[in-house]
């Protein structure tokens, strides 16, 4: 961790360099690059973008099946998933929601999650702090919620889905 990102906590990922600037007001921002932008690096983007690149590089998801903020319409009101992995077809197969790491996880949080696969219908939900990491696989027939020990590879995801569509 370098002096730019010291006064954020560490985190139960791998390190990876993330690309800083700091701004003339002296307010760090982080390059996104799902989004192609820079943002504000707040403790919740901090575990975003550290989560991302341990997706990316230590699990094998491809940045171009991923989006970060994705808009969605639940009950009449926009909300935003943080983070949405889709499949070939671009159907949403994984959920991921961050919390910043004082932030516990809570029924509350996956509530949230859950709402927002009311919409989506993805097979996989993840919900990380930084410290904690949980996922789930959704079957919809029959209706089951099973946690997963470990966030899957890519290659896992991919092929319990081939599995699904061949049943």
Known sequence: ????????PALNLP?????LRRLPDGAMQVYDPLRLKWVILTPE????????????????YPAGMMANEVSLRLNGTLRRCDTVLFDRMRQP????EY??????????????????NM???????????????YCCRVDYSPPKVTFLKEIPTYA??????????RD
Not at 123 to 132: A, R
């Open 119 to 133: 919409v989506l219908r993805a097979s996989f939900l993840m919900v990380s702090n930084g410290l904690k990491h």
């Open 15 to 19: 390190d990876s360099p993330l690309k």
């Open 99 to 116: 919390k910043a790491p004082g932030i516990p996880i809570t029924q509350t949080v996956f509530e949230q999650i859950v709402r927002y």
């Open 156 to 165: 896992a995801i991919t092929e319990s889905q081939s599995e699904d569509r």
């Open 93 to 96: 197969l994984a959920i991921i």
């Open 1 to 8: 961790m370098d002096s730019n990102t010291a006064h954020l």
């Open 45 to 60: 983007e901090h575990v975003r973008q550290r989560f991302v690149t341990f997706l990316t590089h230590s699990l094998g």
